[in-house]
């Protein structure tokens, strides 16, 4: 019996279940609507391929109440999360092209390499080994926030991009170079900015 009252009295703060999900709408003062994925954490995989995904993160992926998301390769070398409901954007603009053979290959790598998922209780995500060893992640990652998606770097390849990005070491990875090149595309008109 007090076991009990303990655990009804906890429950709200333990349970992860659709009914606490759904008061989720804000990030702090920052609507769900306009929320955005920033920041990064070093951290590690466990010998099960799990990590803990932190909870602001968490959060950002809540839509409807539920906390699914989909897990797959990224750009460059990473892991990518990606909300339900932009995966299901990025379905139906793939499903226009789906015809033209020259895409078929990415399509196959692309969608065979999608896993849906959530996180357990305390906030860790699975990763299949076939994803982690595509990118090389062993044991130390780096989880960063970019925009409307959320990326699984190997810590080793993430520090070295981010060194060669600010060392200017690389033309084609000068930071002024980049900088000045992504700001310039909030001056374009949104249909060339999808052009680009």
Known sequence: MFFTKIYLRFLPTLCFS??????????????MHKFFFSGSIA???????????????????????VLEFSLGLGLGGCLAIYRQSDIQRIVAKFQEKSHLGKY????????????????????????PSMLRKAVGITSEIVIAG????IEIWPKKEYDTQIE???????VDMNLAKLTEEAF?????????????
């Open 18 to 31: 659709d009914r606490l999900w759904e008061n989720v709408g804000m990030i702090g003062s920052i609507p």
């Open 43 to 65: 951290t590690k995989i466990d010998e099960k391929g799990r990590f803990v995904l932190p909870q602001r993160m968490r959060f950002g992926l809540v839509e409807n109440g």
């Open 104 to 127: 078929q290959k990415f399509f196959t790598l692309f969608f065979s390499t999608l896993y849906q998922t959530t996180c357990d209780k305390i906030g860790r995500v699975h990763t």
């Open 146 to 149: 970019v925009l409307n998606k």
């Open 164 to 170: 060669t990005v600010l060392s200017g070491k690389d």
């Open 184 to 196: 310039a595309l909030l001056e374009k008109p949104e249909e060339e900015m999808d052009d680009a």
